[in-house]
């Protein structure tokens, strides 16, 4: 009896092991498993760079740029697709070195206001559409080995304030003038078509195109007199009136003050499909000139010091 009891102790224990087992794996069946999962790289990027020893960006993000500034309109510095996962670190490098150079400007200048080298940043030759390229943390080296580095730019720029600044992110077809000199507005900035206005007070070189809208061209002009509209169809484009005739009224005055200016322009126009364009203006702050006037090499290198495009003249 006893034989049988033991027999019969240890099936119930079996059984009730079994059934334990049972529950543990339909337990884990519905848990999630984080660890197993792929992890996606880190956040806050939205452009293609040359990877960095941790990881090249993936995923856009909007953490990078002020989207305030646009007011609907998509940010500049959009976020490109990866490139082929089939290219090796070496294929981007080359692939991105065809299509960037290094332009003379006025490097020979020896104002440093006036001295600029231009980066071309070009359509790429082959079937592939190319993609935004950071350049923040790039620099440009001088022949006797001295590097400067470009920082980061004002998408939206305005004179008299702290400018919100994002990375130097540029599509194809576009033009980074590099200055040696201090910024007139007080950093590195974005151009776009109200820009012209900064050349009144300010001389910068390279020179920006006179190419803001017309003051006649200005929204909300139907009901003024028409002493006022002949007045401000007589006015140059990027220009704040100085002389405004005294007899023009307080309506017209109150409109010239808030429109015909910079900050009015870009208020007016910032939602322009046109409104930026793919040109900067990139400022060393240096006392001095940097480049030589003859038998000058210069080279422009990425973060990690690869060597992207060299002007020897």
Known sequence: MFYTTTIMEKLI????????????????????????EPRENPPGTNFFSLPD?????????????NNRDYAGQTPPSSAPSQPSIHESFEEQL????????????????TDPQKEYIDIVYRTSFLNEDPLP???SGWTVENKRGDRFGLGYTAN????GQVNTLSRLIVPPSSAVHIITGKSPVGSNFRVNICAGYFTQFDKI???????????SDEPAQTNLPDVCRD??????????????LLDIGNTCRAYITANINY??????????????????????ARPAELWKEKRETIILRDRQGNEMAKLEY
């Not at 092991?17 to 999630?32: E, H, K, T, W, Y």
């Not at 009015?264 to 930026?276: L, Q, T, W």
């Open 156 to 159: 939206l720029p305005y004179t």
């Open 231 to 244: 007045y401000i169809e007589s006015l140059p484009r990027c220009r704040i009136p100085q002389n405004t």
């Open 205 to 215: 070189e390279p020179s920006l195109a006179q190419k803001c809208p017309r003051p």
């Open 133 to 135: 390229l950071d350049m």
């Open 263 to 284: 900050s009015g322009c870009v208020a007016n126009h910032k939602i322009d499909s046109e409104f930026y364009k793919n040109e900067w203006y990139v400022y060393l």
């Open 53 to 65: 020893s941790a990881y090249t960006p993936t995923s856009p993000s909007r953490s990078s740029t």
């Open 13 to 36: 224990g079996f059984v009730v092991l079994i059934g334990m087992i049972a529950v543990i794996i339909a337990a884990a069946s519905g848990l999630n498993i984080s660890f197993l």
């Open 94 to 109: 080359s692939r991105i070195r065809k299509t960037l150079a290094l332009q003379e400007g006025q490097a020979r200048q």
